[in-house]
């Protein structure tokens, strides 16, 4: 890819960051406690990729649902990781 403008890829499913970390913790077998610390900043509550372009210069969407790719990576990560 030779453009300058950035190309997100990725499912472009909407998730909640409370949900994401959930979602990780659950998938990464995580049994202590999530807290969120209501005196920083919100930022943003939910996060979605705009996917749009992957698809206008390449043609690519997305067909693994977010979780499964988590999933996915994970197991990457684990069978990869180094000692």
């Known amino acids: 890819y030779e453009g300058a403008d950035p190309v997100n ?15 990780i ?9 999530i807290v969120w610390d209501a005196t920083q900043p919100n930022g943003q509550p939910r ?15 997305a067909t693994t649902p977010l979780t499964v790719g988590l999933s996915k ?8 990781k180094r000692a």
């Open 47 to 61: 996060r979605k990729l705009d996917t749009s372009r992957a698809l206008e210069r390449f043609g690519w969407k």
């Open 9 to 23: 890829l990725g499912s472009g499913e909407e998730i909640s960051m409370k949900n994401l970390a959930e979602t």
């Open 73 to 80: 990576t994970l197991e990457w990560y684990l069978e990869n």
């Open 25 to 33: 913790g659950s998938l990464t077998g995580f049994s202590g406690e």
